[in-house]
Every structure is written in C-alpha cells, then in structure tokens.
C-alpha cells in the first residue's frame, strides 16, 4: 500500500443517493468497524424504519430524522492500493456552505446524478463550484440505475448532456459510471446488470484519481502569518511564519516583502525537532529567521527575489460567489481575507451576475444575492499583493468575511485600474459642494495671527503621542494661537459612537478624523491630534481627507513607515522640551506662527 | 512531503491562526495520546514554546497514573498548567460511581458543567506554581474564549461533522446544521463577542495517524497504553469507572501501529471500551451538544 491518502468528495443534487454510495462503499471495502453496522441496524429497528447504507453516514439525530445529509462529514476506508478521506457533501441548498466546505479539503470528486430524476439544479451548481474552487479530478456516479432497469439510454443521455455542461467550466470528468447504491451495481465489483458498460468501477476509479500535483515548482509565495519573538522563555529568534502556498526557498536566498517592498535575506529555516533544513517548500509551515533585521507586519508576502513578483492593487477584479444571508451591496465595509491578509474591503462595481445552473448573465443587478455567482471590482483602502488565478492558483483566494462571518469565496481575474480610489471620488465631489465661508483664508489669519494647521503626531506608545500633542497644545495656546487638541478617543466615543462594530472600525475613526480636520482647519485653527500604529496609508487617507487644507506630521520614535517621509521625526521620546522646540521651529518655517524673534 | 508532514503543516497553521486571532486562549489536555499529540503539535508551531495556558478537567476518577504523569510533564515542559473540577458534585456525591447519576448525566457533571465554569473563570481552578513544583489555588482565574481540542473527525460520527474553527454560542451549544463554511485555509475567526470558539488542529488525524506521529517524533507518552505484562493494556483513556482496558500485548508503540495496521484493532471502534457512547442512540452527539468535548 502507498503511503499516500486522498480526499474525495462526493456531491449532487439532494436525494441522488451520494450517502448511500458512500454507506455501500465502506460497507464493500470493509472500512465499517465492528459492531456500527449492527448499531445503525438496530437503531432502525428501534425506530421501526428499514435499514439504509445511508444511516451510516448521517450518524447524527438531525440527519436522520429528515434523511438529508446537513453536514460534510467525514470518513476513512482504504483500498488495496492506498488511504482515503471521504467527504460526504449535503445536496440541498440551503446546506451549500457546507458542501464547499467539504469539496475544497478534497483532491478529486464524485458528483452523483439520479438516473431517474436526471439533471437537477444543484448537480450543475456543484460541478460549478467544484471549477471555482480549483478541484479538477471528477467522476460522475449515475446512481439508482435499478430504477431505470439500467437502461443503457436513460445513462447515455444524462452523460451527453452533463458533459456538455462541464466542458463549458472547462471540466473534462474522468469518467461516467452507472452505478445502483441500493443494488451494489459498479461500486466495488462490476455489476451484471450492465453488461453494456466496460469502464472502471467507482473503486477502480477512485484508485485512478491522482494526488494533486506539487506546486513546488511555482514562484515561491509565504503568507506571512505571524513574527514571533518568544523572549520571556529565553529565546531571541525573531521568526516569520506561515505555510508555504507554493515554491521553495533556500537558506542565504534574497527575499521581498509585498506591499511593503522590504527586502532582506534567508538567515536560517526554523523547524522543531527535526533534522537542520537548508531548504523548504509548499505545504511546509517552517520558520524564517531573516539577515536583517526589518519590520514587517503579519498579512504581507514573503516572495523570493528574482522570481515574478505577485500584483499589487488596491482594485481587482474578482469571480465571487456569496454565500451571505444578506446581499453584497455596494459602499459597505466588508473584511477581506486573503493568504494572511486580513482588511477592509468594498464592492465597487458589479460586471456580471451569473446564474450558475444555467452559465446565463442575470439582467443587470447592483447587487450579490445568497448563492449568487457574480464578477465585481473590489478595493481596499492600501493596495493587497497577490496572483491572478491563471498565473497561481492557490494565492488568487480570498474569502469575504460579513457580520462576522465568511460570506462570500473569490477567485482574483486580474488587477483592476484605479484611476481613482473611491476616496479620492469622494474627495473630489465634497470639495465640489463645499459652500467656502464668505471669510477669506488670508482674511482670518491676519485676525488670528497665525495660519490653520492640521498637526498629527504618530508613535507606536499611544500615550508618548498624546503626551507631545498636548504639550503642543498648551505651548501654543500660551502663545496665544488658536490650537485645539482632540485626541482619537474623543472621536471614537462621541462622534463615532453610532458605528457598529461589524468590521474593524479603525479605518472609519481614521475617515472621520480626518473629516473633523477639514472643517476645523477650515475654521482657521491649528488642530492638533494624535494616533498610534500607523502606516504609510494611514497618514495619505488623512492627508486627503484634510485636503485642501494644510497637514504637517510628526513621527516618535523609530521608522515604521514604507515609504511616507513624515514632515518631521522625533527620535527620542524622552526629551519633551527638545521635541517641541523643535516643531515649533518648523510651524515657523512654514510661516504658521508668526516669528516674535525677528 | 508524506502523509504525517501534511497534517502536521496544516495542524500547525491552525495553531498559528488560532494564536494570531484569539486573547485569551487555552488548551484543553487529557494527558491521553491525541492531546498529548496535540500538546507536541503546539511546540512545532511555537517552535518549542506553547504560549498559552493548557486546562484539564479533573473527574477525580481518572485512572491515578495519569494524574502523577500530567504533573510531571507539566513541571519538566514548564507548561501553564490549570485544572479544573466539579468541587460541588464531588462533595454531594453526585456522581455515577456513587449511584446518583447515569454514565451520561455524570460525564456531563463531571466533564461538560466543569470544563464549563472553569474557562469561564466562575469556579475554583488550580494552577501549577513553578517556583514551589505543585498545583496552588488559581488567585486570578481569567475567562478563556478560545479553546483549542484535540476531537478527531474518525472518532465518531458527530466529530466527523466538526470544523477547525467551531463556534459555540454562551450555553455552549452547538449548531450542526449552520457550521460556518471553511476553506482555502480560512477560518471562521470573527466572532460576537461573548462567543466560546472551540478550535480542532487534529480534525484530520485518524487514530493510526496518531500512534504513527508518535512513533515517528519519539514523543513520550503515558505508559497505561502499553501491555505491561498482564496482556492488557488501555486504547483509550478516560474515567475508571467507564473506561475498561482491552486485551493486547502490543508492549511499544511500534507494537500499536501494525496490531492498528492489520492487527486485532484494524476494524474495531477505538471508544468501543468507553461505555458512555452506548448508554442512548447518539449519547456523545447529545452530550457534544450540550459542549461535551
């Protein structure tokens, strides 16, 4: 036997019979342990309903009673030549969540169509979302050929048209077989009710399905999971982690971090209690301690120099299927997943909703329904680095998460143009509006003898910023300038206090911040404020938002940032005095406060 | 990559995001081999570390052997050891062993009531004190809402239906039917807060795979699995009372891998010796229900 095992899936429409296989198949390969078939039975006979493989399977009360399969559940047998994980999926459709949960642990599928029944609406959406989700290998079971006296017509017809059906996701199955649950025809051992067929059995032909292929050969792609450093236990390394989504690396290998563009070296690969490893690759979780030390945040990629980098955009376009109790609607804040990415997301654009039984476009909708398939635009606030699925598959994903919960699955087409961010669009249309005070800006400066500044300090020590901020305030305020300092907590507790906390709220206090500062400067003062943890993008959405008034920043401490050059940096956060002067100097050097000096 | 390397990666990833996305994490232990596999799966993700505390519920009829085994792992490991027990059932006597309750009712008491009260932090826990090397009155008992289990999906048919991320309201109930949907290796890590989130890194381990990992990892393990020289040994380890040994002589864990190979145990149910599963017709689906692990 291999030392291999592979998941299958097994899927179709509700009541095309996939428990029973499944029962039948266990049953065949003697995969039962001892006494489950007796307990089932009995259960049955205490329950006064005939006995069914099924039951063997939808071991829970719920399943049971109703007969349909709720849950993917799970189960193991093995075959002369290897191991198996058999994932049996629900066929009804409110139960879809859990058949792609099932089918996308799998390698390979069956999907069962009912010979009596045929085609129905959830066989063509299973094999639908079987091409979404990447899984390629598929067998078609037609079941309950003992109700059509396995009729070689009745097989033929359903296998021209499914196939017809597939070629169009760009699925060619393995094979088509007819097969009786109840009766054992094709299953395990070739049936004499169908003399007529001379393909594999389901047995030979799930021995048939291949392991997926190693993507080790791929660009190298590490979504990094976390930085660990465990000093309080005595250990200094300071590790990147994640599972490998493809290629390999070397140790002393150049590798580049996306977004953010830093770059560093392979110093060591971490592994506990195994051999020292040079080398690692897709699939594997190891550690990576790096030759520099750079500062890079859980969520980006880790990529190998030299290799084809992913993209980088705050648009893509995407083939979403949405799984929501309520809709995708456009201009609300969703969370994105993506590798390790997780961030606030929107839905800008709807291309095309697709009925997924059909592979028909929907009259033109503006918004994703539950088990829509749909291809839309989507942003992010920063831009995202990732692959288009044609170039690699497994780091195009990304799942939606609503009101805590995933609700819709994507495949990323390609980078979308950002002509302009929607923050910009909406930047441009309030400055359209705004109604400009009948007090000129030079009008108002010359009466408060100093100009409007919005000044924002940042440090990762929340409490070192608001300590320079206020100490800023005061000095200015002795000087009689008109400064005000309104720290994040303010905003958050009075102005945003309406917000629900469905998603990370961060980026709306940031948005409203930054909304409070256009009109306060607008009113001539000099707004002082400070927050803490933040990035390149943090300060451009405040910097636009605040637009088309004055920004200046101010960062303590060590860089954090990418790119963003702060119009100011405080090393030390020890000296007040010193910092302050120091901003001052540069509030008059941008003639904001006037120079008594001169 | 073999077999054992994947579920070992995709475990370690499911600890990592468990790590990444929850405060206040735990880790149940039942000093059995899946958890103390799954204790061993912790150090490979945390690269020798395990970073949060580890709980185990304290029946007070678990077999003694595991209770001096638990402390000592705990002391030379330098785990954050809490344990847990029903103090109030244990002193009305309240118990199955002592006739007041059935198997079913005990183990709810003894194992779903005081796993229940002690993440929250309502009852009186232990915590193992380093500096005096043994178990002291937990002064500040926090509340955990993450709790990392070591359930196998072959175990039984409810765990077959399990995701790695699997929430449970505040009754600790379990919803079958509307499981949040998993993949590409994104969980469900979201959560309203107040919501317990049990996490499952060992979902995809059968019981061979277990003793194969062991054995592989040289990973020490309790003695009462092996045949000691009276031809009997335990598979499966729970409370006296309801735990029976089987007959064997498999005396290593090489032993244990080829008698679950092809041996007496290749198609016999690994809790067939737990009598508690037998008592109704899905005994530890109603119990999981109810937050039973």
């Not at chain 1, 049953?27 to 005939?50: D, F, H, I, M, S």
Request: with cysteine.
């Amino acid at each position: 036997m291999d030392d291999e095992q592979i998941s299958i899936v097994m899927a179709g429409h509700v009541d095309h019979g996939k428990s029973t296989v499944i029962g039948r198949l266990l049953a065949e390969t003697n995969a039962l342990p001892k006494g489950k078939l007796e307990q089932v039975q009995a259960t049955c006979r205490r329950n006064a309903r005939p006995f069914e493989y099924a039951f063997l399977l939808d071991a829970l009360k719920d399943e049971q009673a109703q007969g349909i399969t709720i849950d993917a559940a799970r189960c193991f047998f093995r075959t002369a030549k290897r191991r198996y994980t058999l994932i049996d999926a629900p066929g009804h459709i409110e139960f879809l969540k859990n058949m792609i949960t099932g089918a996308s642990r799998a390698e390979a599928a069956l999907l069962v169509i009912d010979a009596k029944e045929g085609i129905r609406e959830n066989s063509k959406r299973h094999g639908y979302m079987m091409s979404m989700l990447g899984l390629r290998q598929l067998a078609v079971l037609v079941n309950k050929m003992d109700l059509v006296a396995y009729d070689r017509d009745a097989f033929e017809r359903i296998r021209e048209d499914f196939s017809r059906f597939l070629e169009r996701l760009g699925i060619r199955p393995e094979a088509f077989i007819p097969v009786s649950g109840m009766g054992g025809a094709n299953i395990a051992a070739r049936g004499p009710e169908t003399p007529w067929y001379t393909g594999p059995t389901v047995l030979e032909q799930i021995d048939a399905f291949r392991r997926a292929e190693s993507s080790a050969t791929l660009p190298f792609r590490l979504p990094v999971q976390d930085i660990y450093k465990f000093t309080a236990q005595g250990d200094d390394r300071r590790i990147v982690t994640g599972t490998i989504e493809t290629g390999t690396i070397a140790v002393g290998d150049g590798v580049v971090f996306l977004p953010s563009g830093k770059t560093s070296r392979v110093k060591s690969i971490e592994y506990f209690n195994g051999p020292v490893k040079r080398t690692a690759s897709a699939g594997e979780a190891p550690g990576f301690t790096l030759e520099t030390q750079i500062y890079v945040k859980p969520g980006e990629w880790m990529v190998k120099a030299g290799e084809p980098p992913p993209r980088v955009s705050t648009r893509f376009r995407v083939n979403l299927f949405w799984m929501g109790r309520a809709p995708m609607v456009r201009d609300k804040a969703y969370k994105l997943k993506l590798g390790a990415l997780r961030c606030p997301v929107k839905l800008v654009e709807v291309l095309t909703v697709l009925d997924a039984t059909e592979l028909t476009t929907v009259a033109n909708k503006q918004q994703i329904d539950r088990h829509d398939v749909a291809e839309v635009v989507l942003e992010t606030p920063k831009p995202a680095a990732f692959d288009v699925v044609a170039d690699i598959e497994q780091t195009g994903r990304l799942v939606i998460v609503d009101n805590n919960e995933i609700a819709g699955a994507g495949i990323i087409l390609a980078p979308a143009d950002a002509a302009e961010s929607t923050l910009q669009q909406h930047i441009r249309a309030r400055e359209i509006a705004w109604k400009s005070s009948a007090i000129a800006r030079g009008d108002r400066a010359s009466a408060y003898g100093h100009g409007a500044k919005f000044v924002v300090f940042t440090c990762a020590d929340e409490a070192v910023g608001e300590t320079f901020a206020r100490a800023l305030e005061r000095t200015l305020f002795a000087m009689n300038y008109k400064a005000y300092y309104l720290g994040m907590e303010n905003v958050t507790r009075g102005l945003d206090a309406d917000l629900r906390a469905a998603n990370d709220l961060r980026d709306d206090h940031i948005r409203r911040l930054g909304e409070l500062a256009r009109i306060l400067t607008d009113s001539g003062q000099i707004f002082i404020t400070s927050v803490a943890n933040v990035d390149d993008y943090d300060l451009k959405t405040l910097e636009l938002l605040n637009s088309p008034n004055e920004i200046m920043t101010i960062h303590i401490g060590q860089n954090v940032f990418d790119a963003f050059t702060p119009n100011l940096r405080i090393e030390s956060c020890e000296d007040l005095a010193t910092g302050i002067g120091a901003v001052c100097s540069l509030l008059r050097k941008k003639k904001v406060i006037l120079d008594y000096e001169i | 990559m073999t077999h054992l390397d994947r579920l070992e990666a995709s475990s370690v990833h499911i600890f990592r995001e468990a790590y990444r996305e929850f405060k206040n994490l735990v880790m149940l232990w039942s000093i059995g081999k899946d958890s103390t596999v799954l204790l061993w799966l912790a150090r490979k993700a945390f690269f020798g570390h395990v970073p949060f505390p580890l709980m185990h519920i304290d029946t007070a009829f678990k077999i003694p052997e595991m209770i001096a085994y638990r402390d000592k792992m705990a002391l030379e490991w330098r785990l954050d050891l809490i344990v847990g027990q029903n103090r109030a059932a244990l002193a009305a006597q309240s118990t199955f062993p002592a006739g007041k309750l059935t198997r079913v009712e005990c183990c709810r008491a003894l194992k779903s009531e005081a796993l229940k009260h002690s993440l929250s932090g309502e009852w009186p826990r232990l915590r193992m004190d380093h500096t005096a090397g043994r178990l002291m009155e937990d002064l500040k008992p926090e509340a955990f809402t993450g709790v990392i289990v070591g359930a196998r999906a072959d175990e039984e048919g409810s765990r077959s239906k399990e995701r790695y991320f699997s929430a449970r309201d505040q009754q600790s109930e379990w919803d079958v039917g509307d499981q949040p949907p998993e993949l590409w290796k994104q969980y469900k890590t979201d959560f309203a807060p107040g919501t317990h989130v049990r996490i499952h890194p060992l979902l995809d381990w059968t019981e061979l795979n277990i003793w194969e990992y062991i054995e592989r990892e040289n990973i020490p393990i309790i003695p009462l699995y092996f045949d000691r020289g009276t031809g009997r040994r335990y598979r499966s380890l729970g409370c006296y009372p309801c735990t029976s040994d089987v007959e064997s002589t498999a005396k290593n864990v090489a032993e244990i891998v080829a008698e679950l190979r092809t041996g007496k145990f290749a198609d016999i149910a690994e809790r067939s010796g737990r009598e508690q599963d037998k008592e109704d017709a899905g005994g530890l689906e109603t119990l999981r229900r109810g937050g039973y692990m």
